[in-house]
Protein backbone atom coordinates (compact mmCIF):
# COMPACT_ATOMS: atom_id res chain seq x y z
CA UNK A 1 0.00 0.00 0.00
CA UNK A 2 0.86 3.40 -1.01
CA UNK A 3 0.58 6.36 0.66
CA UNK A 4 -1.38 8.77 -1.17
CA UNK A 5 -0.74 12.23 -1.45
CA UNK A 6 -3.70 14.23 0.60
CA UNK A 7 -5.48 17.17 -0.74
CA UNK A 8 -4.58 20.31 0.33
CA UNK A 9 -6.84 21.58 2.58
CA UNK A 10 -6.66 24.12 4.92
CA UNK A 11 -6.50 23.43 8.91
CA UNK A 12 -5.85 19.78 8.32
CA UNK A 13 -3.24 18.39 10.42
CA UNK A 14 -0.73 16.98 7.57
CA UNK A 15 0.89 13.18 8.50
CA UNK A 16 4.68 13.90 9.96
CA UNK A 17 7.18 13.54 7.36
CA UNK A 18 8.12 10.51 8.83
CA UNK A 19 4.69 8.47 7.83
CA UNK A 20 4.85 6.38 4.98
CA UNK A 21 7.36 3.90 3.58
CA UNK A 22 11.25 5.05 3.48
CA UNK A 23 14.18 4.19 1.44
CA UNK A 24 16.04 3.20 4.00
CA UNK A 25 13.85 -0.27 4.54
CA UNK A 26 13.78 1.14 8.24
CA UNK A 27 9.94 0.11 10.08
CA UNK A 28 7.68 3.11 9.66
CA UNK A 29 6.38 4.38 12.67
CA UNK A 30 2.35 3.52 12.92
CA UNK A 31 -0.32 5.90 13.59
CA UNK A 32 -2.64 5.08 16.47
CA UNK A 33 -6.57 4.11 15.53
CA UNK A 34 -7.75 7.19 17.21
CA UNK A 35 -4.84 9.21 15.02
CA UNK A 36 -5.95 8.28 12.20
CA UNK A 37 -9.73 8.73 13.34
CA UNK A 38 -8.79 12.32 14.13
CA UNK A 39 -7.26 13.51 11.02
CA UNK A 40 -10.57 11.31 8.40
CA UNK A 41 -12.40 13.56 10.66
CA UNK A 42 -10.40 17.04 10.46
CA UNK A 43 -10.03 15.81 6.69
CA UNK A 44 -14.22 15.47 6.57
CA UNK A 45 -14.86 18.40 8.55
CA UNK A 46 -12.77 20.84 6.76
CA UNK A 47 -13.45 19.24 3.27
CA UNK A 48 -16.75 20.19 2.83
CA UNK A 49 -18.87 22.98 3.14
CA UNK A 50 -22.57 22.30 5.25
CA UNK A 51 -24.71 20.69 2.52
CA UNK A 52 -28.17 20.17 1.70
CA UNK A 53 -28.82 16.57 0.92
CA UNK A 54 -31.69 15.01 0.00
CA UNK A 55 -33.21 11.66 0.23
CA UNK A 56 -35.26 9.44 1.90
CA UNK A 57 -35.43 8.77 5.43
CA UNK A 58 -34.75 5.24 7.29
CA UNK A 59 -34.46 4.00 11.05
CA UNK A 60 -35.49 7.48 12.45
CA UNK A 61 -35.31 6.76 15.77
CA UNK A 62 -35.33 9.56 18.88
CA UNK A 63 -33.23 8.86 21.98
CA UNK A 64 -34.66 9.31 24.99
CA UNK A 65 -31.34 11.86 25.41
CA UNK A 66 -33.29 13.59 22.12
CA UNK A 67 -30.79 13.22 20.04
CA UNK A 68 -32.20 11.50 16.80
CA UNK A 69 -30.19 9.09 14.84
CA UNK A 70 -31.54 8.04 11.50
CA UNK A 71 -30.50 7.13 7.69
CA UNK A 72 -30.59 9.35 4.70
CA UNK A 73 -30.91 7.00 1.64
CA UNK A 74 -31.59 6.86 -2.17
CA UNK A 75 -31.67 3.38 -4.26
CA UNK A 76 -28.34 2.72 -4.15
CA UNK A 77 -26.31 5.00 -0.69
CA UNK A 78 -26.79 5.32 2.71
CA UNK A 79 -25.41 8.17 4.94
CA UNK A 80 -25.93 7.53 8.80
CA UNK A 81 -27.06 10.91 10.13
CA UNK A 82 -27.97 12.21 13.19
CA UNK A 83 -29.57 15.22 14.68
CA UNK A 84 -29.05 17.06 17.68
CA UNK A 85 -31.42 17.42 20.70
CA UNK A 86 -31.21 21.60 19.86
CA UNK A 87 -32.07 21.26 16.65
CA UNK A 88 -34.44 18.25 16.89
CA UNK A 89 -37.12 20.07 19.44
CA UNK A 90 -37.45 22.49 17.04
CA UNK A 91 -39.08 19.52 14.50
CA UNK A 92 -42.88 19.80 14.17
CA UNK A 93 -42.80 16.06 13.84
CA UNK A 94 -40.58 13.04 13.74
CA UNK A 95 -40.44 12.25 10.11
CA UNK A 96 -42.09 9.09 8.66
CA UNK A 97 -40.15 6.08 7.43
CA UNK A 98 -39.39 6.64 3.70
CA UNK A 99 -40.57 10.10 3.80
CA UNK A 100 -38.74 12.30 1.07
CA UNK A 101 -36.70 14.86 3.01
CA UNK A 102 -34.02 17.63 2.25
CA UNK A 103 -31.38 18.63 5.48
CA UNK A 104 -28.60 20.72 5.95
CA UNK A 105 -25.55 19.54 7.86
CA UNK A 106 -22.22 18.90 7.69
CA UNK A 107 -20.00 15.58 7.51
CA UNK A 108 -18.08 14.59 10.24
CA UNK A 109 -16.46 11.15 11.87
CA UNK A 110 -17.97 9.70 14.76
CA UNK A 111 -14.18 8.46 16.02
CA UNK A 112 -15.81 6.01 18.06
CA UNK A 113 -17.11 3.80 15.71
CA UNK A 114 -14.72 5.04 12.72
CA UNK A 115 -18.05 5.74 10.63
CA UNK A 116 -18.46 8.80 8.95
CA UNK A 117 -21.88 10.63 9.38
CA UNK A 118 -24.27 13.28 8.36
CA UNK A 119 -25.22 15.76 11.42
CA UNK A 120 -28.15 17.69 10.66
CA UNK A 121 -29.08 20.87 11.53
CA UNK A 122 -32.34 21.51 9.70
CA UNK A 123 -34.44 18.62 8.11
CA UNK A 124 -37.83 19.65 6.17
CA UNK A 125 -40.32 16.89 4.73
CA UNK A 126 -40.95 17.18 0.74
CA UNK A 127 -44.21 17.41 -0.57
CA UNK A 128 -47.38 19.13 0.17
CA UNK A 129 -46.97 20.60 4.06
CA UNK A 130 -43.82 18.30 4.92
CA UNK A 131 -43.51 17.82 8.48
CA UNK A 132 -45.50 20.23 9.32
CA UNK A 133 -48.86 19.07 7.78
CA UNK A 134 -47.74 15.36 9.14
CA UNK A 135 -47.76 16.92 12.91
CA UNK A 136 -51.19 18.51 12.05
CA UNK A 137 -52.31 14.66 10.87
CA UNK A 138 -50.99 12.90 13.51
CA UNK A 139 -52.00 15.00 16.61
CA UNK A 140 -55.75 15.79 14.46
CA UNK A 141 -55.90 11.75 14.71
CA UNK A 142 -55.24 11.96 17.99
CA UNK A 143 -57.38 14.60 19.41
CA UNK A 144 -59.78 13.13 17.20
CA UNK A 145 -60.16 9.25 18.84
CA UNK A 146 -59.89 10.73 21.83
CA UNK A 147 -63.13 12.51 20.76
CA UNK A 148 -61.68 16.17 21.88
CA UNK A 149 -62.72 17.37 18.54
CA UNK A 150 -66.25 16.49 18.67
CA UNK A 151 -69.09 18.75 18.16
CA UNK A 152 -70.84 17.48 21.44
CA UNK A 153 -67.78 19.15 23.59
CA UNK A 154 -67.87 22.09 22.28
CA UNK A 155 -70.22 25.01 25.28
CA UNK A 156 -72.37 27.55 24.24
CA UNK A 157 -70.72 31.16 24.87
CA UNK A 158 -72.11 33.27 27.90
CA UNK A 159 -74.21 35.66 26.41
CA UNK A 160 -73.68 38.75 28.72
CA UNK A 161 -69.90 37.86 30.29
CA UNK A 162 -68.79 40.02 33.12
CA UNK A 163 -65.37 39.29 32.58
CA UNK A 164 -63.11 38.26 30.02
CA UNK A 165 -59.52 36.44 29.96
CA UNK A 166 -57.35 37.38 27.06
CA UNK A 167 -54.21 34.86 26.31
CA UNK A 168 -52.02 36.24 24.25
CA UNK A 169 -48.73 38.60 23.40
CA UNK A 170 -48.65 41.85 25.58
CA UNK A 171 -47.03 43.68 22.84
CA UNK A 172 -48.94 42.52 19.93
CA UNK A 173 -51.66 43.97 17.43
CA UNK A 174 -54.22 41.12 18.66
CA UNK A 175 -54.91 42.61 21.94
CA UNK A 176 -55.25 46.28 20.74
CA UNK A 177 -57.94 44.64 18.55
CA UNK A 178 -59.53 42.63 20.99
CA UNK A 179 -59.60 45.47 23.97
CA UNK A 180 -61.10 48.50 20.61
CA UNK A 181 -63.78 45.95 19.97
CA UNK A 182 -64.84 45.33 23.88
CA UNK A 183 -65.10 48.70 24.18
CA UNK A 184 -66.82 49.94 21.68
CA UNK A 185 -69.38 46.87 22.16
CA UNK A 186 -69.34 46.41 25.79
CA UNK A 187 -67.21 48.77 27.54
CA UNK A 188 -68.30 47.59 30.91
CA UNK A 189 -66.51 44.81 30.61
CA UNK A 190 -63.70 43.33 32.98
CA UNK A 191 -60.46 42.27 30.40
CA UNK A 192 -58.03 39.83 32.36
CA UNK A 193 -54.70 39.59 30.15
CA UNK A 194 -52.96 36.75 30.61
CA UNK A 195 -49.96 37.12 28.92
CA UNK A 196 -48.12 34.72 26.62
CA UNK A 197 -44.88 33.77 24.43
CA UNK A 198 -47.18 33.12 21.12
CA UNK A 199 -44.45 31.96 18.68
CA UNK A 200 -40.70 30.59 18.74
CA UNK A 201 -39.42 28.04 21.34
CA UNK A 202 -40.94 27.82 24.34
CA UNK A 203 -44.47 29.65 23.45
CA UNK A 204 -46.62 26.07 23.31
CA UNK A 205 -46.06 25.74 27.29
CA UNK A 206 -45.88 29.33 28.04
CA UNK A 207 -49.61 29.46 26.09
CA UNK A 208 -50.49 26.33 27.53
CA UNK A 209 -49.50 27.96 31.01
CA UNK A 210 -51.44 31.04 30.09
CA UNK A 211 -54.49 29.28 29.30
CA UNK A 212 -54.66 27.43 32.74
CA UNK A 213 -53.94 30.53 34.32
CA UNK A 214 -57.19 32.14 32.68
CA UNK A 215 -59.29 29.41 33.54
CA UNK A 216 -58.44 29.09 37.58
CA UNK A 217 -60.79 30.09 39.85
CA UNK A 218 -63.69 31.23 37.80
CA UNK A 219 -61.64 34.13 37.40
CA UNK A 220 -63.24 34.52 33.78
CA UNK A 221 -66.30 33.80 32.05
CA UNK A 222 -64.91 33.24 28.56
CA UNK A 223 -61.57 32.73 27.49
CA UNK A 224 -59.91 34.13 23.84
CA UNK A 225 -56.96 32.34 23.15
CA UNK A 226 -55.01 34.08 19.73
CA UNK A 227 -52.42 36.46 17.43
CA UNK A 228 -51.96 38.30 14.77
CA UNK A 229 -51.31 36.36 11.11
CA UNK A 230 -48.37 34.91 10.25
CA UNK A 231 -46.64 32.00 8.77
CA UNK A 232 -47.22 28.49 9.49
CA UNK A 233 -43.86 28.41 11.86
CA UNK A 234 -45.30 31.32 13.37
CA UNK A 235 -48.18 29.85 13.93
CA UNK A 236 -46.73 26.83 15.44
CA UNK A 237 -47.69 26.97 19.19
CA UNK A 238 -51.08 26.87 17.79
CA UNK A 239 -50.45 23.29 16.52
CA UNK A 240 -48.99 21.45 19.74
CA UNK A 241 -50.50 19.64 21.70
CA UNK A 242 -50.60 21.48 25.27
CA UNK A 243 -52.19 23.83 23.66
CA UNK A 244 -54.84 21.80 22.17
CA UNK A 245 -55.17 19.35 26.08
CA UNK A 246 -55.10 23.38 27.83
CA UNK A 247 -57.98 24.15 25.69
CA UNK A 248 -59.77 21.02 26.11
CA UNK A 249 -59.02 21.51 29.51
CA UNK A 250 -60.77 24.46 30.25
CA UNK A 251 -63.40 24.90 32.50
CA UNK A 252 -64.94 27.89 30.67
CA UNK A 253 -65.59 28.31 27.46
CA UNK A 254 -62.71 28.99 24.96
CA UNK A 255 -62.44 31.06 21.59
CA UNK A 256 -59.58 30.82 19.26
CA UNK A 257 -58.37 33.32 17.30
CA UNK A 258 -54.96 32.64 15.24
CA UNK A 259 -54.66 34.77 12.77
CA UNK A 260 -56.29 35.60 9.13
CA UNK A 261 -55.21 32.29 7.52
CA UNK A 262 -57.33 30.38 5.99
CA UNK A 263 -55.73 26.94 7.52
CA UNK A 264 -57.26 25.57 10.56
CA UNK A 265 -55.27 25.40 13.53
CA UNK A 266 -55.56 22.48 15.97
CA UNK A 267 -56.11 24.77 18.90
CA UNK A 268 -59.13 25.85 16.58
CA UNK A 269 -60.74 22.77 16.45
CA UNK A 270 -60.21 21.81 20.24
CA UNK A 271 -61.94 25.50 21.28
CA UNK A 272 -65.69 25.87 21.94
CA UNK A 273 -65.87 28.66 19.16
CA UNK A 274 -63.25 29.57 16.45
CA UNK A 275 -63.09 32.91 15.02
CA UNK A 276 -60.97 34.27 12.15
CA UNK A 277 -59.51 36.99 13.86
CA UNK A 278 -58.84 38.49 17.01
CA UNK A 279 -61.49 41.26 16.42
CA UNK A 280 -63.87 38.29 15.32
CA UNK A 281 -63.10 36.78 18.54
CA UNK A 282 -64.16 39.97 20.50
CA UNK A 283 -67.40 40.68 18.47
CA UNK A 284 -68.44 36.47 19.52
CA UNK A 285 -67.07 36.76 23.06
CA UNK A 286 -69.19 40.02 24.17
CA UNK A 287 -72.66 41.80 23.07
CA UNK A 288 -73.38 44.96 21.49
CA UNK A 289 -74.64 47.66 23.60
CA UNK A 290 -77.26 48.46 21.16
CA UNK A 291 -78.22 45.21 21.15
CA UNK A 292 -78.58 44.76 24.91
CA UNK A 293 -80.58 48.08 24.83
CA UNK A 294 -82.97 46.52 22.29
CA UNK A 295 -83.26 43.49 24.75
CA UNK A 296 -83.97 45.12 27.68
CA UNK A 297 -86.76 47.23 25.71
CA UNK A 298 -88.52 43.77 24.13
CA UNK A 299 -88.23 42.26 28.50
CA UNK A 300 -90.47 45.81 29.48
CA UNK A 301 -92.52 45.08 26.96
CA UNK A 302 -93.30 41.45 27.72
CA UNK A 303 -93.23 42.01 31.24
CA UNK A 304 -96.02 44.89 30.86
CA UNK A 305 -98.30 42.82 28.99
CA UNK A 306 -97.72 40.01 30.61
CA UNK A 307 -99.03 41.65 33.59
CA UNK A 308 -101.76 43.36 31.68
CA UNK A 309 -103.07 40.39 30.74
CA UNK A 310 -102.69 38.58 34.34
CA UNK A 311 -105.03 41.47 34.99
CA UNK A 312 -107.73 41.13 32.67
CA UNK A 313 -107.93 37.17 32.96
CA UNK A 314 -108.04 37.43 36.79
CA UNK A 315 -110.49 40.69 37.17
CA UNK A 316 -113.65 39.03 36.65
CA UNK A 317 -112.83 36.25 39.46
CA UNK A 318 -111.22 39.21 41.53
CA UNK A 319 -114.51 41.23 41.22
CA UNK A 320 -117.36 38.14 41.85
CA UNK A 321 -115.38 37.37 45.24
CA UNK A 322 -115.19 40.95 46.41
CA UNK A 323 -118.79 41.45 45.59
CA UNK A 324 -119.35 38.04 47.53
CA UNK A 325 -117.51 39.08 50.41
CA UNK A 326 -118.26 42.63 50.71
CA UNK A 327 -117.21 45.79 50.41
CA UNK A 328 -113.82 46.06 52.72
CA UNK A 329 -112.44 42.86 50.53
CA UNK A 330 -113.75 45.25 47.67
CA UNK A 331 -111.69 48.39 49.09
CA UNK A 332 -108.77 45.71 49.60
CA UNK A 333 -108.76 44.93 45.32
CA UNK A 334 -108.66 48.89 44.83
CA UNK A 335 -105.68 48.99 46.72
CA UNK A 336 -104.22 46.52 44.97
CA UNK A 337 -105.01 47.78 41.62
CA UNK A 338 -103.73 51.33 42.63
CA UNK A 339 -100.28 49.53 43.08
CA UNK A 340 -100.81 48.04 40.09
CA UNK A 341 -100.94 51.36 38.53
CA UNK A 342 -98.21 52.62 40.50
CA UNK A 343 -95.92 49.68 39.12
CA UNK A 344 -96.67 50.25 35.64
CA UNK A 345 -96.05 53.69 35.64
CA UNK A 346 -92.59 53.17 36.64
CA UNK A 347 -92.37 50.48 33.87
CA UNK A 348 -93.73 52.88 31.52
CA UNK A 349 -90.42 55.66 32.45
CA UNK A 350 -88.25 52.62 31.30
CA UNK A 351 -90.74 51.24 28.03
CA UNK A 352 -90.95 53.04 24.71
CA UNK A 353 -94.98 52.37 24.89
CA UNK A 354 -95.82 55.48 25.91
CA UNK A 355 -99.28 55.99 23.41
CA UNK A 356 -101.46 56.10 26.81
CA UNK A 357 -100.00 58.32 28.57
CA UNK A 358 -100.21 60.74 25.23
CA UNK A 359 -103.85 60.66 25.88
CA UNK A 360 -104.59 57.50 23.85
CA UNK A 361 -107.00 54.70 25.52
CA UNK A 362 -107.29 51.08 24.58
CA UNK A 363 -111.15 49.86 24.88
CA UNK A 364 -110.45 45.75 25.80
CA UNK A 365 -113.38 43.04 25.57
CA UNK A 366 -114.16 39.67 26.75
CA UNK A 367 -111.23 37.64 26.31
CA UNK A 368 -108.75 40.63 26.81
CA UNK A 369 -109.55 41.15 23.03
CA UNK A 370 -108.59 44.76 21.95
CA UNK A 371 -112.14 46.49 20.02
CA UNK A 372 -110.95 48.26 17.23
CA UNK A 373 -114.63 48.50 15.46
CA UNK A 374 -117.91 50.09 16.52
CA UNK A 375 -119.09 46.92 15.10
CA UNK A 376 -117.49 45.21 18.30
CA UNK A 377 -119.21 46.80 20.73
CA UNK A 378 -123.32 45.50 21.56
CA UNK A 379 -125.33 48.32 23.80
CA UNK A 380 -125.48 46.76 27.04
CA UNK A 381 -121.50 44.73 26.63
CA UNK A 382 -118.94 45.14 29.35
CA UNK A 383 -115.79 46.69 28.48
CA UNK A 384 -112.33 47.57 30.26
CA UNK A 385 -111.44 51.21 28.76
CA UNK A 386 -107.39 51.65 29.42
CA UNK A 387 -106.18 54.46 30.31
CA UNK A 388 -102.82 55.60 31.19
CA UNK A 389 -102.87 55.40 34.56
CA UNK A 390 -105.41 52.60 35.22
CA UNK A 391 -108.44 51.25 33.41
CA UNK A 392 -112.09 52.21 33.58
CA UNK A 393 -114.75 49.71 33.74
CA UNK A 394 -117.75 50.42 31.40
CA UNK A 395 -121.13 49.55 29.75
CA UNK A 396 -121.80 50.04 25.72
CA UNK A 397 -125.22 52.61 25.55
CA UNK A 398 -125.26 52.80 21.63
CA UNK A 399 -122.65 52.41 19.58
CA UNK A 400 -122.71 55.05 15.93
CA UNK A 401 -120.79 53.87 13.05
CA UNK A 402 -118.49 56.57 11.86
CA UNK A 403 -119.85 58.84 8.77
CA UNK A 404 -118.65 60.18 5.70
CA UNK A 405 -117.13 63.60 6.86
CA UNK A 406 -119.54 66.45 6.74
CA UNK B 1 -81.17 45.50 45.00
CA UNK B 2 -77.43 44.21 44.81
CA UNK B 3 -75.52 46.16 41.87
CA UNK B 4 -72.69 43.42 42.03
CA UNK B 5 -75.42 40.93 40.41
CA UNK B 6 -73.15 39.84 37.11
CA UNK B 7 -75.10 41.25 34.23
CA UNK B 8 -75.41 37.20 32.86
CA UNK B 9 -77.05 36.40 35.94
CA UNK B 10 -79.52 39.46 35.83
CA UNK B 11 -80.59 38.77 31.89
CA UNK B 12 -81.25 35.53 33.54
CA UNK B 13 -82.97 36.16 35.75
CA UNK B 14 -84.93 38.60 33.93
CA UNK B 15 -86.06 36.52 30.94
CA UNK B 16 -87.54 33.84 33.70
CA UNK B 17 -89.17 36.79 35.41
CA UNK B 18 -90.75 37.58 31.86
CA UNK B 19 -91.13 33.84 31.29
CA UNK B 20 -93.23 33.73 34.49
CA UNK B 21 -95.38 37.07 33.99
CA UNK B 22 -96.41 35.41 30.56
CA UNK B 23 -97.50 32.31 32.31
CA UNK B 24 -100.60 32.19 33.78
CA UNK B 25 -100.02 30.46 37.13
CA UNK B 26 -99.13 33.41 39.60
CA UNK B 27 -100.81 34.88 42.53
CA UNK B 28 -101.54 38.72 42.39
CA UNK B 29 -98.93 39.38 45.19
CA UNK B 30 -96.69 37.10 43.52
CA UNK B 31 -96.77 38.86 39.80
CA UNK B 32 -96.59 42.43 41.70
CA UNK B 33 -93.29 41.06 42.96
CA UNK B 34 -91.69 39.31 40.31
CA UNK B 35 -92.61 42.98 38.59
CA UNK B 36 -91.15 44.69 41.05
CA UNK B 37 -87.85 42.69 40.38
CA UNK B 38 -88.07 42.43 36.88
CA UNK B 39 -88.26 46.56 36.57
CA UNK B 40 -85.01 46.83 39.69
CA UNK B 41 -82.87 44.48 37.07
CA UNK B 42 -83.81 46.51 33.46
CA UNK B 43 -82.96 49.90 35.86
CA UNK B 44 -79.46 48.37 36.84
CA UNK B 45 -78.82 46.26 33.33
CA UNK B 46 -79.63 49.98 31.56
CA UNK B 47 -77.22 51.56 34.31
CA UNK B 48 -74.67 48.88 32.96
CA UNK B 49 -74.66 50.29 29.29
CA UNK B 50 -73.56 53.54 30.23
CA UNK B 51 -70.59 53.00 31.97
CA UNK B 52 -67.80 53.79 29.75
CA UNK B 53 -64.37 52.66 31.33
CA UNK B 54 -62.86 49.39 30.12
CA UNK B 55 -61.39 47.57 32.91
CA UNK B 56 -58.31 46.31 32.02
CA UNK B 57 -55.85 43.71 34.15
CA UNK B 58 -52.90 41.68 33.88
CA UNK B 59 -53.01 38.24 35.48
CA UNK B 60 -49.89 37.14 37.72
CA UNK B 61 -49.65 33.67 38.87
CA UNK B 62 -48.10 33.69 42.53
CA UNK B 63 -46.46 32.53 44.45
CA UNK B 64 -47.34 28.71 45.66
CA UNK B 65 -50.11 28.84 42.80
CA UNK B 66 -52.00 32.02 43.62
CA UNK B 67 -53.44 34.13 41.20
CA UNK B 68 -53.28 37.93 41.44
CA UNK B 69 -53.83 40.88 39.04
CA UNK B 70 -52.87 43.84 38.52
CA UNK B 71 -54.60 47.25 36.41
CA UNK B 72 -52.88 48.32 32.89
CA UNK B 73 -53.53 50.85 30.26
CA UNK B 74 -54.75 49.73 27.38
CA UNK B 75 -51.69 50.20 25.21
CA UNK B 76 -50.33 47.01 27.14
CA UNK B 77 -48.21 48.93 29.45
CA UNK B 78 -48.79 48.72 33.88
CA UNK B 79 -50.89 51.68 34.96
CA UNK B 80 -48.48 52.73 37.26
CA UNK B 81 -45.59 52.48 34.68
CA UNK B 82 -47.95 55.21 32.75
CA UNK B 83 -48.48 56.96 35.91
CA UNK B 84 -44.69 57.11 36.91
CA UNK B 85 -44.15 58.59 33.42
CA UNK B 86 -45.92 61.83 34.11
CA UNK B 87 -43.75 64.36 35.30
CA UNK B 88 -44.47 65.49 38.89
Known amino acids: MTARPFRETRGVRRPPATGGWTAGGARPEAYTVSAVNAMAKDLLESGLPPLWVQGEVTGWKRHSSGHCYFGLRDRSAQIRSVMFRSEAQRLPADPEEGMEVRALGRLTLYEARGEYQFVARELEGLGAGGLWRLAFERLYRKLDAEGLLAAERKRPLPAHPTTIAVVTSPVGAALQDILRVVSMRAPWTRVLLSPAKVQGDGAASDLARAIRLAGRDGLADVIIVGRGGGSTEDLWAFNDEVVARAIADSPIPVISAVGHEIDVTIADLVADCRAATPSAAAERAVPDRVALARELNAAAARMRSGLERWVRTRRSVVERASEAMGRSMRRSTRRRRERLAAYADRLEALSPLGALRRGFAIPIGAAGRILRAAAEFRPGDLFDLRVADGSVPCRVAEAEFAREEE | ?88
Open chain 2, 1 to 88: MDEAVPLERRMERLNAIVARLEGDQLELDEALALFEEGVAHIREAGRTLHEAELKIERLLAGPGGAVATEPMTDDGSRADDAGADRPG
